[in-house]
């Protein structure tokens, strides 16, 4: 287990207690939830920094890397959702991408292809990330600077969403020809 990949675990793990500090009745929860989670954001940028410079990229590493990612910034959708922060339809179409562009990228692997994240994938992380980041320090429908802050995050997750959009689309045009590939392998077997 290389010191990526345990950076990796730990963005995975930190789910539960940013989950946790999120529903505890005390203000300095919310702040520990926000702390947490930039330090788990952090591990993420770390994690593939460190590997590659070690020359330790793993298998297991890439694919981690991914479930951490997606389950951090989801998990945080359905806390935001249900706090009014952003809107419903604005995770399902985040989460919708992320399995399409997963069930993508599992059809691609059968088809001995891998299909690593593109500028387009990381700039939606990026955007996702900074938003969630918004929104955490912003209380909805709060007098002053909270309030403000949580309307200025609402809109830093449309253009989220909007990024999502692209990403996704950059990926599944691609579909056709992964799905030629992995037709030809089906033929062989």
Excluded: H
């Amino acid at each position: 287990m290389t010191l990526a990949n345990q950076l990796t675990l730990v963005r995975l793990v930190a789910v539960v207690p940013v989950m946790a500090m999120l529903y505890l009745p005390f203000d300095w929860a919310r702040w520990a939830a926000v702390g947490i989670y930039v330090a788990a954001i952090l591990t993420d940028y770390f994690d593939g920094k460190l590997a590659r410079r070690s020359n330790e990229v793993t298998g297991f590493g890439k694919l981690m890397d991914s479930i951490a990612d997606k389950a951090l910034i989801v998990s945080l959708f359905f806390a935001l959702v249900g706090e009014g922060s952003m809107a419903s339809w604005m995770a399902a179409v985040m989460v919708i991408r992320e399995f399409a562009v997963t069930g993508l990228r599992m059809v691609a692997l059968e088809g001995g292809e891998v299909i690593a994240a593109n500028s387009w994938g990381k700039a939606k992380m990026n955007a996702q990330s900074v938003a969630v980041f918004v929104l955490l320090v912003g209380i909805p429908g709060a007098d002053g600077w909270r309030g403000a802050v949580s309307v200025i995050g609402w809109w830093m997750m449309l253009v989220a969403v909007l990024l999502t959009v692209l990403s996704g689309w950059s990926y599944l045009r691609d579909t056709p020809r992964i799905l030629a590939i992995t037709s030809k392998r089906d033929q062989r077997l």
